[in-house]
């Protein structure tokens, strides 16, 4: 049954991503300082593990802090035990057969709620982001809309998939296919889009009828606190979730290890990635089953500027796709590869937008870059920049931007070599390499020349290009004549090939079928 067919059987209108706050209208940006002020006053607050609908405290506490002014505590959380990761494995595994035996209808229900109580509280949400994660404004608006969609478009794909597809009918038999929940889940997301990645994860994963374990990130556990209030009030049951920060090293390893975990949920770093699947991969004693892993894992992602471009669209979209939160998405251009007839006009009209833009504290509305997320990712993005500075030569930036704040500033290194550091590894900041290239033929070699493949995009107005590029430019997401950042819901499917990840596509219509495994049921009638 087509998705449309489904939803409107279900009493449901069609899918559409939902519209993002316009701050340039006075009144949303009082609502939007409100709300900042009313969060604020809320900063330094405890919160405490969640297991099975109980809340626990541990002797030892760990802070998260506001990296636009790290003296600033945004929350105090406890830290996680290995013996309480274990028994929130224990916990959702004793749930995991009443809840994947509610219907549907309940489920679909509860996470279309949590769309409608996420979108009530959307300037708080936004205002979470800003202070813990130092997003933008906008990003942060970008973040809590795509957690919203996340929510009502998986709400509507379970639905169709609720409805068993066609199979061929032999004769003298009924024959069905249905799919099932396979159990308990361990999601893990990133610090960089700590809202919307989330409950992309943990809503599929719920929604098809598994139990989860959320393990946010270190850096952003506030806002996944506050999303487990979103899931309670809901309606989703205290023991179909459970809620643990601390260290991957040390719960971690113990949620993905434990023998009755069925599948890993994971975005982050191509290190821990492959630690995860490798560690996942090994049968435990007592495991009866092979765990799933759904890994993203990053980028280093190309925007090819041909020299048939249009140089000022490529200017500003290599721009918004390269410092957009500050270059800490995956999905964000680290490689902006030009042809040789446009790489001089290329550069300079680069290097001066980037030399104008504002970098300060998230809550500044006036500031198009706010931090980097921690002092550690501001060394080692710094660290890269000088790197830079010796493989090729500074158009813009070069260091650390003022304040008391992770402030690194925008950094443009042009006649990048596809052998250098900078060409190859993934710097995950506000640092854009610029290589020639003689021609398009070689734009798409220096464009695959990675081990990664998540997104890409290439501006040009020679159709034949275009045609060439959708069959040999190797990612995920690509895209033509616009940012390689900025994938909808519904519209772009998320996923990359190669050391990006498992190609998951989450927002798309494959991705509940990942955390759904068939059984085909054959009766003989007559």
Known sequence: MALETAVQTAGLAPFLNEPAIAFSIAENRSAMERALAEVHAQLGREYDILIGGERFKTGEKMKSLNPSHPAEVVGVHQKATPELAKRAVEEAYAFFPEWSRTPVAERVAMLLRAAALIRARKLEFDAWLVYEAGKTWIEAEADVSEAIDFCEYYAREMVRLSTPPELLQLAGERDELRYVPLGVGVVIPPWNFPLAILAGMTGAALVTGNTVVMKPSSDTPTIAAKFAEVLAEAGFPARSFSLLVGSGAVVGDVLVAHPKTRFVSFTGSKEVGLHINELAAKAQPGQIWIKRVVVEMGGKDAIIVDSEADVDAAVAGVLASAFGYQGQKCSACSRAIVDAAVYDEFLEKLGTKVEAIRVGAAEEPSHYMGPVINERARQSILRYIEIGKSEGRLIAGGGAAAGDGYFVRPTVIADVAKDAVLFKEEVFGPVLAVTRAK????????????????????????????????????????????????????????????????????????????????????????
């Open 439 to 526: 021609d398009f033929d070689e734009a798409l070699e220096l464009a695959n020349a990675t081990e990664y493949g998540l997104t890409g995009a290439v501006y040009t107005k020679n159709r034949e290009k275009i045609r060439r590029a959708a069959a040999e430019f190797f990612t995920g997401n690509l895209y033509f004549n616009r940012k390689c950042t900025g994938a909808m819901v519904g519209a772009h499917p998320f996923g990359g090939f190669n050391m990006s990840g498992t190609d998951s596509k989450a927002g798309g219509p494959d991705y509940l079928m990942l955390f759904l495994q068939g059984k085909s049921i054959a009766e003989k009638v007559g």
